[in-house]
């Protein structure tokens, strides 16, 4: 049996994935985005950023949860991996991304900065691509995988 390396198992996704998300929470801001008559609304616009941040971070651990001992940092399944499409995954196929882009959403509110919007397009855009290479990966792993992407939608429950 050919063993495959990190390299092979898409670990260089990881590593973008984390420094986009890095950007998000710890990178510049930029100038802010709201204009001056709407700043009295910031505080309120940041309790909703945080009630989003919780509710994404909490979707991504259920969706975690869900996959059990198939959970892995990486986008390649596990060698001994099964299709799950129980729990959230009944709703979404990425329900991990799906928290995360909620989180990134939900900074968005509470800092609404240009360089915060910048890096959450590029996360969404990033996890797009990231996401056509997994398939391919979930695709020749689970046969039923087909018929399961047909069904499910990607990233938002019955839209998208």
């Known amino acids: 049996m050919t063993r495959i390396s990190l390299k092979q198992r898409g670990v260089g996704y990881v590593l973008v994935q984390g420094i986009l998300i890095g950007l998000i929470l710890f990178g510049p801001r930029g100038s802010i985005l709201l204009p001056d008559f709407l700043i009295y609304w910031l505080p309120y616009l940041q309790v909703l950023g945080t009630i989003i941040c919780i509710l994404g971070l909490l979707f991504s651990l259920v969706a975690a949860l869900n996959l059990g001992p198939n959970l892995t940092p990486l986008p390649c399944p596990k060698d001994h991996a099964q299709l799950v499409q129980l729990g959230l995954y009944r709703f979404v196929r990425h329900p991990i991304y799906s928290g995360v882009l909620m989180v990134a959403l939900g900074w968005l ?28 990966w979930l695709l020749e792993k689970f046969p039923a995988y087909s018929e399961y992407r ?10 998208y």
């Open 109 to 136: 509110c509470i800092y609404p900065y240009l360089f915060v919007l910048m890096y959450a397009i590029a996360l969404t855009l990033f996890f797009e691509f990231k996401i056509k290479r997994e398939e391919r």
């Open 150 to 159: 047909q069904k499910v939608k990607k990233l938002i429950p019955w839209v």
